[in-house]
């Protein structure tokens, strides 16, 4: 053994894993880029391999850091080089997200943390690659009662049952919903079917005194408020 330095011996890609560490520590999320915010997820179930190409491939296959992180399973096995344990952890990325944004509605008034309201109907659904249409039922403080999944379509239909909807918050003794569906297109604007079924939910919901505050469109490119678009 000479008398050089074991440090010499680390793989080439040892020092850059420890500077971009060392900026996240010091700078903050914001000074990296997606791709590097990525890197960081992907270095502990790739310990031994220069990650950054990797990063950089799925971040054109799939747009930005959030939309890896909300890819789905199946799409994500298709890059080569992402396997069962680099899927497991962009997944607790995305169950992480959802549950923190979640927790910022929970147990408080929901019309008086409204933005709280969108970031969460966004990061569980904005990048889904396949219609959901969520009902969020709320008591009499408007406070959460239940948040549930109704139905999952296709790509670009899910099948909506007004009566069933508001016969759920009778069940749940629900004073008000917000309904919330996202348009994998990326596109928030709401179609004339979105439009129909909003109102046709309304007129049903009504004479039991049930509120319905807003039917919030998610997509990639933002979200649409039919209350705020006059629907409602």
Known sequence: ????????????????????????????????????????????????????????????????????????????????????????????????????????????SVLDSWTSVLDYCRASMAFADKEHFRVLFLDKRNQLIADEVQQTGTIDHTPVYPREVVKRALELSASAMILVHNHPSGDPAPSSADIRMTREIVDIATPFGIEVHDHVIVGRKGHASLRGLGVI
Not at 35 to 43: A, C, K, N, S, T
């Open 1 to 108: 053994m000479t008398g050089q330095d074991k440090s010499d011996d680390a793989p080439h890609y040892h020092g850059h894993r420890e500077r971009l560490r060392a900026r996240f520590r010091e700078a903050g999320a914001e000074a990296l880029a997606d791709y590097e915010l990525l890197e960081l997820v992907l270095f502990r179930a790739i310990p031994r391999r220069d990650v950054k190409p990797l990063a950089k491939d799925l971040i054109r296959r799939f747009g930005s850091f959030a939309e890896v992180i909300a890819a789905p399973e199946t799409l994500l096995a298709e890059v080569d080089g992402i396997g069962a344990g680099v899927i497991a952890d962009i997944k607790l990325i995305e169950a992480a997200a959802v549950r923190m944004t979640r927790g910022a509605i929970a147990g408080r």
